[in-house]
């Protein structure tokens, strides 16, 4: 497969050309397929580039940690703002308004714990995963293994977010005909996130992250300008506008309209907003970018860049969701996909002048454009996150002797992620094709309660409390992942309403679509009981190694 990206430049073409013979694609479609055809190919002929010559597992996994704060700062909201805010929350703010704004809320306020809690501590102890941190304390072995399942889960919750998302666009893009359209869509997206990560590594994703994050910040900043200018700037009128388009009036502007029926509802949200601010510093492809620059100084300065991008995005993802509602209309978006992650293509048909029209062609065929980049570059980051967790920890794991170094040849090391990563591709897809009836934002909700059950308390209580032990950690990991993946299966998320992954069964018994508010406190508390039971106590020496480490980068890689 090496070094042939004109290959897959022609097999993308030729799936092109069959699913527009096959809808008689023409207009806006021909037009976003064009796009879209040129934005891979730029992203292969990077891919190819940034693949030669290196093969050392530091390379690989870290880029070489030569990127600069700014770079690095372009990457992370690359490869943090996904199609679940530029598709989902937009959508959701569409559809539901005032609800749907406080998506945005939980996943800004998150970065804050990233960037005091997170950024250089984890610079400074690991070297390319999570389980790095905890090893550096821990047993090894059991540590890694537990790190690096849950590490995979949450980055294929996560990719199955994004697959829905390109599977949603394209419908859109070939008038709704969904059935194969999206079944070849999230092939080749899976096909292509593989190559990026197969043949370009670290290096490659964080460029089409870069050149993703810059086109998306772009394309909503026109698009937001339009909005505004369309209502000559007076955001009142829009919200009024908004509010009229839902159908639902002045409730669309107050809480409650999702998330406030019933008692329930609103212990949902709270679920909900838990995971989103606590979920962030536990996502595995944002711990790995800590690792590609050069210093601990520079990963916080890599945060600060990434806060102001978030944050100015999320703005424009507000003004663009209320103006979904108000120029297209809840109904018009809920008839396109009921989810409401069409919002945005939609509302840049009718800011171009409607179907039909130029003006309405080319700022969809845009929009669609970017939205496929932003899908593309997110899967890659997240392939790359759990190939090196397979790598690296699963499959070093068993090469290292308990707390020894390990011997795995960085050669070998790299080649296993290869492999994981086609995998992982594979399993991505395939659940993908069970979960196109859900929101986009609904599923990262999912990944984020998982992240923080899971993997926030282990790093916090490795980083900060002193008596931790390793069957603490091990607890603590399990003790997070197997309730919030149990408690989403028996969820409204999988079965039991119209919008769930199986709408015709019906075994939900747990009410709730988000676990987080009872698998995060099972997290911390399952890792206290693992400590307090454990027949081996904290090594205090190798506390104070960490905690030294950690706050000052002393002997950090």
């Not at 008689?24 to 580039?49: K, N, R």
């Not at 679940?84 to 800004?108: E, N, P, Q, R």
């Not at 002045?250 to 212990?267: D, N, Q, T, V």
């Amino acid at each position: 497969m090496t070094g042939r990206p004109g290959m897959a430049v022609g097999q993308l073409r030729a799936t092109l050309a069959q699913l527009a013979a096959r809808h008689s694609v023409t207009g806006h479609q021909a037009l976003a397929l064009s796009l879209f055809t040129a934005f891979v190919s730029i992203t292969l002929a990077i891919t190819v580039w940034a693949g030669r010559g290196r093969r050392s597992s530091e390379e690989f996994f870290s880029g070489g940690r030569l990127f600069s704060p700014l770079e690095n700062g372009f990457a992370i909201s690359g490869d943090y703002l996904s199609a679940g805010s530029f598709l989902g929350v937009s959508g959701l703010i569409a559809l539901y308004g005032y609800d749907g704004v406080l998506y945005l809320v939980g996943f800004f306020v998150a970065w804050l714990g990233v960037l005091m809690l997170v950024a250089e501590l984890v610079r400074n102890c690991g070297r390319f995963t999570l389980a790095d941190v905890l090893s550096a304390r821990m047993g090894e072995r059991p540590v890694r293994i537990a790190a690096g399942i849950s590490s995979i889960t949450v980055a294929v919750l996560y990719l199955v977010a994004q697959l829905v998302g390109a599977g949603s666009l394209v419908s859109l893009l070939l008038d709704g005909e969904a059935a194969h359209a999206r079944t070849w869509t999230v092939g080749g997206v899976g096909a292509l996130m593989v190559f990026y990560v197969v043949f370009g590594g670290m290096r490659a994703t964080t460029w089409i992250q870069v050149v993703k994050g810059a086109l998306l910040l772009g394309g909503s900043a026109v698009l937001t300008a339009m909005v505004l200018a369309h209502f000559h700037g007076d955001v009142s009128a829009l919200l009024r506008a908004a509010a009229h388009g839902s159908g639902h009036g002045a409730a669309y502007l107050r809480p409650g309209l999702k998330y406030g029926g019933s008692p329930l509802a609103r212990l949902d949200f709270v679920s909900l907003g838990l995971a989103l601010v606590l979920g962030t510093a536990g996502l595995p492809h944002i711990l790995v970018r800590f690792y590609t620059v050069p210093t601990a100084r520079a990963a916080r300065r890599s945060v600060v860049w990434a806060v102001a991008l978030i944050g100015a995005f999320y703005l424009m993802t507000m003004v663009l969701g209320f103006g979904a509602a108000a120029l297209v209309g809840s109904g018009a978006v809920r008839a396109s996909n009921a989810a409401g992650n069409t919002a945005v293509p939609l509302l840049a048909l009718s800011l171009g002048g409607g179907a039909g029209s130029t003006g309405g062609t080319v700022l969809f065929a845009v929009v669609g454009s970017v939205a496929f980049a932003t899908i593309l570059a997110v899967v890659a980051g997240l392939t790359l996150a759990s190939s090196a967790s397979v790598a690296h920890d699963l499959y070093g794991s068993l090469r290292r002797g308990h707390g020894g170094p390990s011997n795995t040849p960085d050669a070998r090391e790299v080649a296993v992620a290869r492999l994981a990563a086609v995998a992982i591709g594979a399993v991505a897809i395939g659940l993908t094709l069970y979960a196109q009836a859900l929101n986009v934002a609904v599923v990262v909700g999912v990944a984020f309660a998982v992240a923080a059950s899971a993997n926030l308390p282990v790093l916090l209580l490795t980083l900060f409390w002193r008596r931790f032990t390793t069957r603490g950690a091990v607890w603590s990991v399990y003790g997070g992942l197997v309730p919030s993946v149990a408690l989403v299966v028996f969820s409204p998320v999988v079965s039991g309403g119209p919008g769930a992954i199986f709408p015709r069964l019906d075994f939900a018994w747990f009410p709730l679509q988000n676990p987080g508010i009872v698998s995060i406190p099972l997290g911390f508390l399952v890792g206290w009981l693992g400590t307090v039971l454990s027949p081996v106590p904290a090594d205090p020496g190798r506390y104070a190694e960490v905690e030294v480490r950690s706050l000052t980068g002393a002997g950090a890689a």
